[in-house]
């Protein structure tokens, strides 16, 4: 991507951070969750990659084969998250939040094919001519920007004790038993507050 490679390496840091947390994540949901979480972790790591400067800072050559890479994998991602919604197993279970992942997939496209037809065209050495619809681009910007600050609200505590849950004692008391961290769903709303804001950033390179 384009712009101070300190900022890329840190979007690098943060889509892999996220990934990762998705795969924990993933490992002890169910089903439907699992397919979510999986979503999110191949989004992550996937922006993680196409976020690394040295991509970016070669040769125009290397240039046009990342982006048309990265088109094709999101492309694949989208094709998946389209199946999962309209077909696939868990299209019942999991429309809502794979309707927002379909969305993401497809920014994704977007943003890895205007690259891709940009650097086939490539005006310069280092970067190539990146060229998305001004309208298309505008849009995807908007919603990104509305859901992270939206969600993002939604995340701030309201109570003490969020994380935990009040079981019967053998002795008929009440007690507190924490809920593993990766069973939150404000641990899944952070995932996707923080791809949103790393797929807004993208975007601002379009």
Do not use: K, N
């Amino acid at each position: 991507m384009h712009g101070p490679a300190t900022i890329g390496w840190l979007l690098v840091a943060l889509c892999a951070a996220t990934g990762a947390s998705c795969v924990l994540r993933a490992r002890d949901a169910e089903r439907g969750q699992r397919a979510e979480a999986q979503s999110e972790a191949a989004m992550g790591f996937g922006m993680a990659a196409m976020a690394v400067p040295a991509l970016w800072g070669g040769a125009p050559v290397l240039h046009t084969t990342a982006a048309w890479a990265f088109t094709a994998a999101f492309g694949l991602l989208l094709a998946r998250e389209l199946w999962l919604v309209t077909g696939g197993r868990h299209r019942i279970a999991c429309r809502a939040g794979h309707l927002h992942h379909v969305l993401g997939s497809a920014a994704m496209v977007y943003v890895a094919l205007s690259m891709a037809l940009g650097a086939s065209s490539g005006t310069g050495a280092h970067h190539p001519a990146v060229g998305g619809v001004p309208l298309v681009t505008g849009v995807l910007l908007a919603y990104f920007a509305v859901y992270v600050l939206w969600t993002g609200t939604r995340l701030m505590p309201v109570a003490a004790g969020a994380g935990s849950v009040v079981t019967a004692g053998a002795d008929g008391g009440r007690r507190a038993v924490a809920l593993p961290v990766m069973r939150q769903a404000g641990v899944a709303a952070g995932c996707r507050v923080a791809m949103g804001a790393g797929m807004f950033a993208m975007l601002l390179t379009v």
